[in-house]
Each structure stands twice: as C-alpha cells, then as structure tokens.
C-alpha cells in the first residue's frame, strides 16, 4: 500500500508554480495520496516505509495550507517521521528529512528576532 502512496506523492508536485485551486491535477492527485496514506497506516502502522510517506504526504501537504496550519501539520509530520525512524533506523533519507524539519522550524524561529 505504501507504493501507492509513493506513485502519488511523485507526482502531485507543481512542475512550475504553486497550487492555485483544488481542481488543479497535481491536488487531486495530492489527495489521493494521502487518502491510501492513511488506508496503509490503517492496515499496517508496523510498517516504517508507510509512516515515511504519510510523513511526506503530510510535508506536501503545507504548499496547500496557512501558516498555523502548517506549523499544525509539522507536529505531525515530525511525529510519523519518529516512528518511520524507530522502525526503520537504518533508512537514510529518513534523517535527511528530518534535517530539512529541523532546517525550516530553524528558519521560523530566526525571522521574528531580527528586525
């Protein structure tokens, strides 16, 4: 199931600009993803490649969302992203992904200090 969530999740990207309505392709195909994300998580939540991308259909999902929403989702995606780790420690784009977290809340955090 999580190879499904993996054929959507490559292909919901905007090729060239960000999302503009709900009706556009890559957001249709963006929520068919994370609907088998979450099938897959339902039948399996051993599986750490299911938690990997439920974690990054959750990640996409912040080019859809507002800023509270987004730092919302972050738990979120943080929280599956520790599980696909404990599950799968030796997966190495999983720690990539958490750099890149940490890198962006990093960014966040630094703008409402510097005037």
């Known amino acids: 199931m999580w190879k499904f969530q993996f054929c959507w999740g490559s292909n919901c990207r905007p090729s060239v600009s960000k999302p503009k309505s709900p009706t556009d392709a890559f957001y249709i195909l963006f929520v068919l993803g994370?609907?088998?994300?979450?099938k897959a998580l339902e039948l399996?939540?051993?599986s750490g490649n299911c938690h990997k991308w439920y974690a990054i259909h959750v990640g996409l999902k912040s080019d859809f969302l507002q800023t509270t929403e987004k730092l919302q989702n972050g738990l979120l995606f943080f929280k599956?992203?520790?599980r696909a780790l404990e599950l799968m420690p030796e997966d190495h784009s999983l720690f990539h992904l958490r750099a890149r977290f940490s890198y962006a809340v990093s960014i966040i955090l630094f703008f409402p200090l510097n005037p």
């Open 34 to 38: 994370i609907t088998h994300a979450q």
């Open 44 to 46: 399996d939540e051993t």
């Open 80 to 82: 599956h992203l520790n």
